[in-house]
């Protein structure tokens, strides 16, 4: 059975940081592509970030140089730091996992996880 289980969300303040974690089991998963999204209600879910097998990352652009998505293999879990925080940020993360980067990317992964809430307030 496959399992994506997001943690590490929670309330930080404008300019704080954050690590949110995609616990996962099931799948082979150092042969998955990896990928964040984030949705407010109202919204289309979008993009935060994404990484190969091999560790290529892509980012939104609104992200780069603030947040960085990470995987262990060891540990089959997927990390996204994020810095600098701002209110637009606020969302539900949630990850996802493929065989294929071009699935993440078009949000069409075979798995997803639950999501946590991200809250950025002062």
């Known amino acids: 059975q496959v399992q994506l289980v997001e943690s590490g969300g929670g309330l930080v303040q404008p300019g704080g940081s954050l690590t949110l974690s995609c616990a996962t089991s099931?799948?082979?998963?150092?042969?998955?592509?990896l990928g964040w999204y984030r949705q407010v209600p109202g919204k289309s879910r979008e993009f935060v970030a994404s990484i190969t097998s091999g560790g290529m990352r892509r980012y939104v652009d609104s992200v780069k140089g603030r947040f960085t998505i990470f995987r262990d293999n060891t540990m089959n879990t997927l990390y996204l730091q994020m810095n600098d925080l701002k209110s637009e940020n606020a969302a539900a993360y949630s990850c996802?996992?493929?065989?294929?980067?071009?699935?993440?990317?078009?949000?069409?992964?075979?798995?997803w996880g639950q999501g946590t809430q991200v809250t950025v307030s002062s």
């Open positions: 099931g799948f082979m998963f150092e042969k998955f592509a």
């Open positions: 996802n996992a493929d065989q294929h980067l071009i699935n993440i990317l078009s949000m069409n992964a075979a798995y």
